[in-house]
């Protein structure tokens, strides 16, 4: 069993800051992918950043410059820096994992950007 447990949503400003932690747990040998979703009522989950066990990085065009994603591999936790936060920003925000080609899911934080 491996679980995904997120941390550090919340209700901020717009242009402030909030940072996602997700630390994965469980029967863990080698984590592929980590990342993070985000979903609105009434529409799909998005891709918001996703990074390889080596480091690269990907990010949704509406997040690039504002948003950094990076991860502790001995921790086996991935962190998502959030900053000039945005009203359009808020969501549910899930951390997702990729563990032999099996892909697992947080529970899921909210982002609530007031503008």
């Known amino acids: 069993q491996v679980q995904l447990v997120e941390s550090g949503g919340g209700l901020v400003q717009a242009g402030g800051s909030l940072r996602l932690s997700c630390a994965a747990s469980?029967?863990?040998?080698?984590?592929?992918?980590m990342g993070w979703y985000r979903q609105v009522p009434g529409k799909q989950r998005e891709l918001v950043a996703i990074i390889s066990s080596g480091g690269s990085t990907n990010y949704a065009d509406s997040v690039k410059g504002r948003f950094t994603i990076s991860r502790d591999n001995v921790k086996n936790t991935v962190y998502l820096q959030m900053n000039s936060l945005k009203p359009e920003d808020t969501a549910v925000y899930y951390c997702?994992?990729?563990?032999?080609?099996?892909?697992?899911w947080g529970q899921g934080t909210q982002v609530t950007v007031s503008s």
């Open positions: 469980g029967s863990i040998f080698t984590i592929n992918a």
């Open positions: 997702y994992a990729q563990i032999f080609a099996h892909n697992y």
